[in-house]
C-alpha cells in the first residue's frame, strides 16, 4: 500500500502562487487516476484536479486557467502548480491515488493553503 506526504502548503497573498507535491512511497505508474482534492472549513471535500495515467487532466471549473496538474511517475510524485490564488481558495490540500484493480484508494495527511492578505 503506497503512502502518500504533501507538501509545499504555507501562507500566501492573493494573487500569489504556490505549488503542492505530493511524495508517494510506492510507484504511481500503475495508479488510474492522481488527484488533489482540497476542504475547507466546515465544508465538504472537493476534486481540484486529477490527471489520469495516459496524462489527461481534468479541472474544477473554480480552478481552470489557474492551476496546473502534473505527475512524474519516475519520481513517483504529483504536484499542483497554483497561480491567481484568491481567498476562496484557503483549504487542507490533500492528494489522493486511485486504481481500479487491484483496488487501491489513499489519501496523504493534507497541507494547508492560506490565502489572506
Known amino acids: 500500500q503506497v503512502r502518500l506526504v504533501e507538501s509545499g502548503g504555507g501562507l500566501v497573498q492573493p494573487g500569489g502562487s504556490l505549488k503542492l507535491s505530493c511524495t508517494s512511497s510506492g510507484s504511481i505508474s500503475s495508479m488510474n487516476t492522481m488527484g488533489w482534492y482540497r476542504q475547507a472549513p466546515g465544508q465538504e471535500r472537493e476534486l481540484v484536479a486529477a490527471?489520469?495515467?495516459?496524462?489527461?487532466?481534468d479541472y474544477a471549473d473554480s480552478v481552470k486557467g489557474r492551476f496546473t496538474i502534473s505527475r512524474d511517475n519516475a519520481r513517483n510524485m504529483v504536484y499542483l502548480q497554483m497561480s491567481s490564488l484568491i481567498p476562496e481558495d484557503t483549504a487542507v490540500y490533500y492528494c489522493?491515488?486511485?486504481?481500479?484493480?487491484?483496488?487501491?484508494?489513499?489519501w496523504g495527511q493534507g497541507t494547508l493553503v492560506t490565502v489572506s492578505s
Open positions: 490527471i489520469t495515467a495516459s496524462g489527461r487532466s
Open positions: 489522493n491515488a486511485n486504481r481500479y484493480f487491484p483496488v487501491v484508494h489513499v
